[in-house]
């Protein structure tokens, strides 16, 4: 069994045989993977009418526990994205009516951002189609093999910059 993957790699052997080319069946896949998920993302969203950086953010906030907020750094922090994105991001997700900015009333001079109810309603439809996307594509694992491949994805990631 093959892939489109292995076409790559076999070629790049034959064309540089000074290179080792084996991270490549790693990384090329991974690569793959990611624009495919990114796809099935993307139309699990759409019926909710949400973009992924809105879940993103959403999902930060939720995962948070009630009441449901955060700070802007802590946002940050879950996002991995800069400060002026993220400025953007919660003021479009204020327009929207999925969070609103609130004092926080352990620093005068600190802001929260909060879920509202539209916004946790939203957020909690989402994961639900995304996870059963995400459930349909690991249709044929059984579920330790779905564990030894996270266990391997954890090292992997773990040790990369990431």
Do not use: C, Y
């Not at 139309?43 to 993103?56: G, K």
């Not at 953010?57 to 526990?65: E, H, I, K, S, Y």
């Not at 001079?109 to 189609?129: F, N, Y």
Request: aromatic share 4%; no cysteine.
């Amino acid at each position: 069994m093959s892939d489109e993957v292995d076409g790559v790699v076999d070629a790049w052997q034959r064309e540089r045989p000074d290179l080792d080319v084996d991270s490549m069946h790693i990384w090329s896949r991974i690569d793959r993977l990611a624009a495919i998920l990114d796809g099935h993302r993307k139309r699990a969203f759409s019926s909710h009418s949400i973009e992924s950086w809105e879940f993103d953010v959403l999902a930060a906030l939720r995962r948070a526990g009630a009441p449901h907020r955060l700070s802007p750094g802590q946002l940050l922090r879950e996002t991995h994205v800069t400060s002026g994105t993220m400025t953007n991001r919660v003021d479009r997700l204020v327009k929207r009516g999925a969070v609103t900015r609130e004092s926080d009333p352990n620093d005068g001079r600190g802001v929260l951002v909060a879920l509202t109810p539209e916004g946790l309603a939203l957020v909690d439809a989402a994961l639900t189609s995304l996870l059963d996307v995400e459930q349909e594509l690991l249709g044929g694992w059984q579920e330790g093999e779905r564990a030894q491949f996270a266990d391997a994805l954890r090292r992997l990631l773990l040790g990369s910059d990431a």
